[in-house]
Nanobody, 124 residues
Framework: QVQLVESGGGLVQAGGSLRLSCAAS????????MGWFRQPPGKEREFVAA????????YSAVALKGGFTISRDNAKNTVDLQMNSLKPEDTAVYFC?????????????????WGQGTQVTVSS
């Protein structure tokens, strides 16, 4: 089992940057995949980015276009999401997720553990 705690959210102007961090309660070295999702107001949770313990990563089209970068620090047991060129439509609650043993992917049901989320608000 693993607990996840997100931090780094807040209010930022359009065009600005934020770096979100997800701290795990135990070593993430053996966790197969860590991911970031977001849930805009009134919408379903959607995939943003994921990184496997191999170092491979994948991004949503929106994240690619927006210049988002996921990184994983096994020594600190953290997974970060660097978000640049933020737009008002990036406003959402951002969630960290982990799938220790499963293949993982881009769907919410690919993940076993979730954080509580951190609010990101981008003003125009």
């Amino acid at each position: 089992q693993v607990q996840l705690v997100e931090s780094g959210g807040g209010l930022v102007q359009a065009g600005g940057s934020l770096r979100l961090s997800c701290a795990a309660s135990r070593s993430i070295f053996s966790i197969n995949v860590m991911g970031w999702f977001r849930q805009p107001p009134g919408k379903e949770r959607e995939f943003v980015a994921a990184m496997w313990k191999s170092g491979s990563s994948t991004y949503s089209a929106v994240a690619l276009k927006g210049g988002f970068t996921i990184s994983r620090d096994n020594a600190k047991n953290t997974v970060d999401l660097q978000m640049n060129s933020l737009k008002p439509e990036d406003t959402a609650v951002y969630f960290c997720a982990a799938a220790p043993l499963r293949v993982g992917g881009t769907r919410t049901y690919d993940y076993d553990y979730w954080g509580q989320g951190t609010q990101v608000t981008v003003s125009s």
